[in-house]
């Protein structure tokens, strides 16, 4: 018994695909009966698959030689054409115009379409006032209202257009508007406002993207969003964030998809990261906040900037665990202390090593405690070679990370400078060498790390956009 309704239930669930495959003609004829009813009712066509366009294809897609279903199709063709012509009397243009959409996929003698096309194009433009419209844009025009609102010359062209395609007045007055848009361009290319000379360019080349004049425009826009890009980087060169920092917005204003000016902002943001933390370095909290704030509103996700955070909050540690708490004499007495372990670490060599032993770290721990005592200031500079030492020695070795340890200890003791800079250069460029060795190599994971390791130390380094490129293309093969 359970079988036999296990049976049954199986049978009803499975009787229309059955049903299909052991009579198919039966279920062609259905669905023929089924669109010449939606045909009746004026179901053309609908999203659910209900209507007869739809269901004289389904017809068609299963039986291609059903004459009947092709005959169907054709018929829904000229109901539409039927449809749009009362729509177009009811005034209901725009469905009208979906109607008119329709026959022509139904393939409907073109001639036929065309003509209601047209008849609907003219009673659009008798109602739109296309005269009035045509006025109005030459008014606008002379006033110097070229776009940006509906009232705007150009605008009032373009719905003129969309109207009546091949009204020679104001095919001519968009042309004359658009070659006025690029000439105001040129004036704020001249002047230097990027993006208000991109907003144009664009705007022309949306409207018209055969404009006889646009290529010039184009490559004039793109000269100068390339000038800003080698002044910003002769700025961040020099050190000067602000400059750089404008220069690349603007030319990011003239060439969106320009990468190199992409770079060249997650640099300034890693610089003002770095300098974040030499803030952090010297116990001046307000402005490391002040310096991670404006690295943050350059570019959230530069690498730099968790590492300064990280910075940040161990400085805080290092102050409240040797600093507040302790009275003056006390204080004096740890300084001392820690200014003899950091003679005594220097006289070992232990200048940077081991961790919380080395007379760096006792040095930063006395430097916590009194930034502006000048023999904790003069210990400090003494170590400077040291750490300087210690990276070229770590970097002909090739022990990159113990080589950034040093690098960032040089970075705390120095600040940022020219020949700083060189060396996160050098070392990025070790760093894009060994990537490119282990992705040789196919181990995927370490190239990776390479990659963030170079990209930390300077976003511009030459051959990582390359790198990275390679890495992407090996991942997604992989």
Request: aromatic share 4%.
């Amino acid at each position: 018994m359970l079988a036999l309704a296990a049976l049954g239930a199986g049978l009803f669930v499975l009787r229309q695909p059955l049903s299909d495959m052991l009579w198919p003609e039966t279920r062609v004829q259905q669905l023929q009966a089924d669109a010449a009813r939606a045909l009746a009712e004026g179901r053309l066509t609908s999203a659910d698959g209900r209507g007869a366009r739809e269901l004289y294809a389904a017809a068609l897609a299963r039986d291609p030689d059903r004459a009947e279903a092709r005959e169907g199709l054709a018929k829904v063709g000229e109901a539409a054409l039927v449809r749009a012509d009362k729509a177009m009397a009811a005034r209901q243009y725009r469905q009208a115009h979906s109607f008119i959409a329709l026959a022509r996929d139904m393939a409907v003698p073109r001639a036929k379409v065309d003509a209601l096309e047209k008849r609907l194009r003219a009673r659009e433009a008798a109602e739109a006032g296309v005269d009035t419209l045509l006025a109005q844009a030459a008014a606008a025009r002379l006033a110097g209202q070229l776009d940006g609102n509906e009232h705007a010359a150009l605008p009032l062209y373009q719905r003129v257009l969309a109207l009546q395609p091949s009204r020679v007045e104001a095919l001519e007055g968009r042309e004359d508007t658009l070659a006025d848009l690029l000439q105001l361009a040129r004036t704020s290319l001249s002047r230097g406002e990027l993006a208000e000379a991109s907003s144009r360019i664009r705007r022309v080349q949306a409207a018209d993207p055969g404009h006889v004049d646009l290529p010039d425009a184009l490559a004039q826009l793109a000269r100068a969003g390339e000038e800003q890009r080698n002044r910003a980087d002769q700025a961040l060169r020099r050190g000067r964030l602000d400059d750089a920092l404008h220069g690349y917005l603007a030319a990011l204003a003239a060439m969106p998809d320009d990468a190199a000016a992409e770079r060249g902002l997650m640099h300034v943001a890693n610089t003002y990261a770095e300098r974040s933390e030499r803030y952090a370095s010297d116990f001046r909290f307000d402005d490391a906040e002040a310096a991670l704030r404006d690295a943050r509103a350059i570019a959230m996700d530069a690498p730099g900037i968790a590492q300064a955070q990280q910075r940040l909050l161990q400085a805080r540690q290092t102050q409240q665990r040797y600093g507040q708490r302790e009275p003056t004499a006390q204080r004096t007495r740890r300084i001392d202390q820690l200014l003899a372990d950091a003679s005594q670490a220097e006289a070992r060599g232990d200048l940077l090593t081991p961790p919380g032993e080395s007379a760096y770290d006792k040095l930063r721990a006395a430097q916590a405690l009194a930034p502006q005592d000048p023999r904790v200031r003069g210990a400090m500079a003494r170590l400077l070679p040291a750490a300087r030492q210690c990276f070229e020695d770590e970097l002909r070795g090739n022990r990159l990370r113990r080589a950034r340890e040093c690098l960032d200890a040089r970075a705390a003791l120095e600040g940022e400078s020219a020949v700083l800079r060189d060396a996160r250069r050098r070392l990025a460029q070790r760093w894009i060498a060994v990537g490119d060795e282990r992705l040789g190599a196919g181990e995927l994971g370490a190239a990776q790390a390479a990659l963030i390791a170079a990209r930390e130390l300077d976003p511009q380094a030459i051959g990582l956009g390359e790198f990275a490129d390679r890495l992407r293309a090996a991942s997604a093969a992989n």
